[in-house]
């Protein structure tokens, strides 16, 4: 599991780097949680600036982080830096909607409604 998880490609990256959607949003779209990108509205849930809510400024793929908008520090010579939060201590409040983006969460939400598992892929046999 360590050699996945750091030697993964930024593709499986994203995949791993999903936060979880809030309560209206799960309702709406039938899916827990969605790959986390830029431009998404989120909530803090866990750690110093937990309560926090802001839009994420970039996924930053290579350290597993999230920064987001108000989550911030001072360095001791001035300079303003963002804080990397983990994409499992957010959860999504607003999604940033494109062409491609809905198409996922409408193919996903297809699925649920069918009755199958998402990622599933194998069938049982007796």
């Given amino acids: ?12 990256r994203r995949e791993r780097m999903a936060s979880p959607l809030s309560a209206d949003l799960a ?20 750690g110093k600036f937990k309560g926090v809510e802001g839009k994420v400024t970039s996924v930053y793929r290579k350290k597993y982080t999230v920064h987001v908008e108000k989550c911030t520090r001072d360095k001791a010579n001035g300079q303003t830096i963002p804080v990397g939060i983990d994409a499992s201590n957010l959860v999504i409040t607003a999604l940033k909607m494109d062409k491609c ?14 009755g199958g598992d998402a990622g599933a892929g194998l069938t049982q046999v007796d």
């Fill in 27 to 46: 309702l709406k779209w039938k899916v827990n949680a969605i790959p986390i990108r830029s431009d998404d509205e989120v909530r803090v849930t866990r």
């Fill in 101 to 114: 983006r809905r198409a996922i969460l409408m193919r996903r939400k297809n699925d649920k409604a069918k």
């Fill in 1 to 12: 599991m360590r050699k996945a998880h750091f030697g993964a490609s930024s593709v499986e």
